[in-house]
């Protein structure tokens, strides 16, 4: 402190003073002060924001309990229980990895899926990854994209309606009909509904049919929806078939877990189709072994299909070619493609990629469909994998040609597509020696050859000589294929063959797929012009052919026209040189190589490799079949055969009805047997009767047959009816033993034609063996119904015993009530009284179907109030104790799985 150098005091008043300087102007300021202009001032001139000047000093404008907030002050953040203050934020007291329960830090519970954890109200809250696809996360909610129309709502993404609108077309009230509709006329819409209802038991979900008539060409679009919990799925197959039974067209509308389902589909040929409705899941789990799923239903599983007919497509026109399309399917269009200025003598590839770069999965099982001027679909091709190509080619200067890019099914989002179109000029190898090639990287050919009626073409492709792969195709003059592709490497030899029913075309197709030159392949085509058989003549010294190597084994050929409705049989063959052939075969078969026969007998004790001589078949269609001889032994030159051919006729006798039965009488077997036809519904029962006459001392021996194939079943192989295939079954036999009547129950197993071989015991018969035949439907038992129950009248002991024939029986119930197994076979029904206390012993015994038996209470809820059920095991056997209480009315279903027959019944009523 500075002081003057002499000073008095003059007087002093408390804390009041004056102080007088003395000499000069020497001064000293105190602290916080500086001197200016002889004065002592504050050294602080101005303070911060939120601060003022107190006694030379910068204090805070705000209390203890305020804070300056920039222009003012305000009240301090209160933080709440388990929080701090921080940085002038509050913050949670506890760790990272805890929460604050209310008293205590506590280990955190994971937040779910679509929330995180806020640390200053300890709680896990939505956050924008909880909005559904279509949403977004706006002011802390989520908003939908969408704009959605009167009567629709958004949901997950979608537009779906608020409710249902009434159906055009419901559901059959059959559990197994199908309910009939017309499409729609051009820009027109029709509405099928219906409900899935609540399954019959576990792994048997509901399905609802509806059938419909279409042209070729037919555009629809299909939008299926629900306004509940169903997640709607459908398949549209028609009902033309292969001859290994699969639908020849099909397409699957399942688009994941909306409750939308839209796609597209271009119907390839005339014909009925069948459009069947089920649950999402229901559809993944018929269609693939890794896919489980509970079956769903009820009232509130409702839905609705919106048909409309799209008209006319509208193809985008390729103008040059080649040519690169890409797009996504994901709305379930299709994309059409033509090509006017493909030239008539060339012919137009598309390639439909697996995986479409810069993609490194696919979810869908690409399609494609070639289709003519016409609008017919000439063929399409279908993957098995969803990252497979797919292939087609389509004849250029056929009135536009279109190649349709489509898909059979899509299981995820992932459903771009990239087609690639080439133009191909075919090498004509009729007359020039088409021996070998070679294929730049990515590069096809395509290889020609001209065919007479008769002819018989096998091809062979090679690589011997480099480590290459190339893929092969057989295609016929309509570019079908004939075959599946083939694989071609030093390992693989790729194989095709095609008959000619008329003068005609065959492309082998040729690819490289691995992106790599193929220096040189090689191509071993041989043509057999097959001779024509007629009926009534022996053919002698037909020779065996020599093949490609490692194609078809070395054989005998010729062909026959053949007329709807006969049947044709060869007998007399023998083959040269004696030694030479092991193991002869003599086939009927389709001009596709199907096998017609020999017939299979379905009761020999080697099914399905026993057979039925002579070799015959019968013609169902008009046209060219054939004649086919190999040997089953090693390979030899000079093998020669003969055979005779004979072609008879067969009696159609029409169709039964119950009430109505179809008969023929004075009958003979002049030709040494009679062939005869009649035409049933699927699962009809009738009784076949074969009279002689009193004159006649004909004993009766009557074979039935039907159409299928054998098929493997878990351990054993099982004869599948099946009226699409080409091939006949001896189903049964019944032989008299004397000049009396014969009768042979039979089930029909489709829709169609059964055929009946009649002739005498000894074998060949004659004029004078005389008979009549009758086909009648007897009238179902009296106990087909449950409601009509027979009642069971037991013996002093509690006991009966009894046969019963159920083979007329009605099927009324598909499922039995307690292991919810498939009973589609006729069913019958018993009823017993039993007392609480009581033990009844049921069982079933039959060696002609196979049986299933069920015991229950209510013919109204079977599955609830089933007691016990027996579906393996010989006989079939319930056992069941009545519960306190539980004593009244029971009844007893004897049921069968498929056909059904005679059977034998025992049942026991005891008392513990």
Known sequence: MRSPLCFEW?????????????????????????EK?????????SCAPGTHLVSSRCVPLCTDAEIWDGSSCVPKTQCGPGTRLQADRCVSVCEPTQTWNGTACETMTECAPGTSYNDITGECEPNEKACAPGSSWVDGQCVSDLACGPGTKAENGQCVPEGLPVADVVESSEPDGAAEFKIPNPGKTIILGGVIDEPPGFGYPDWDTFVFDAKAGTYLQLEAYSAGPLRPAFVLESKARHPDGSPRFSRYGAQGEGVVTRREVYLPFDGTYELRVTDHDHLLASLFSNVGALPVGGDNYAYVVEIQNLGAPKPKKINTLPATESGDLADGSLYFYSFPGAKAATVVSGRSVGVPPPAKVSDIFRALMAVNGSGQSIHERVTSQTQQDTEVLVLGGSSEPMIVQDHLLAIGPHQEFLLEMDEIVPKDCTKNDCKSGSLADNEQALWKWNLAEGDFLTVGAYLPNENRLMKASLLDS????????????????????????????????????????????????????????SSGQTYKNLP???????????AGIGHFKGEAGKVVFFSGFSTKPEGAWQAPQELLMTPHLEPMGPVIDTKAWNFPDGFVTPLFGYIKDDGHYLHYVFDGGPPFSGGTYETRMTIRNTFPLGKPAQGAPIEVSNHNLSQGLALYTFEANAKQYVDITVTPTLISGLVPDLWIFNFGRPEFAFVNYRWVGDMSSP???????????SSKAITAGYQSPYDGITVLLVQSSGG??????????KIETPPPPGNDTCAKAGPLTLDSSGHTSFGWNMSSATNTITHSGCTDYPSDGPDTFFSVNLKEGETIDIEMSTDTFSASLYLFTDCSQVKATCR????????????????????????????SHEHAGWFDMDVKVSKH
């Open 727 to 737: 091939r006949l079954g001896l189903i049964h036999r019944e032989t008299g033993t």
């Open 544 to 554: 065996l052919h020599e093949m490609p190597p490692y194609t078809l084994r070395n």
């Open 764 to 773: 060949s018969g004659s004029i004078t063996d005389v008979f009549g035949l």
């Open 10 to 34: 003059i007087g002093v008043v408390g804390l009041v003073f004056t102080i007088i300087g003395c000499g000069g102007d020497d001064t000293e300021c105190g602290p916080n002060t500086v």
């Open 478 to 533: 309509n570019l079908q294929f004939t075959m599946d592709d083939s694989w071609v490497s030093p390992w693989d030899v790729g194989v095709g063959y095609l008959y000619a029913s008329e003068a005609t075309s065959a492309y082998l197709w040729l690819r490289e797929v691995e992106g790599e030159k193929v220096n040189e392949y090689l191509v071993d085509a041989r043509v057999v012009k097959t001779p024509a058989f």
């Open 868 to 895: 016990g059920a027996s579906e393996y095991g010989k006989p079939r056997r319930v056992t069941y104790t009545v519960p306190p209480g539980g004593g009244g009315k029971y009844i007893i279903g004897a049921d």
């Open 37 to 45: 202009d002889g004065k002592c001032v504050s050294k602080i001139q």
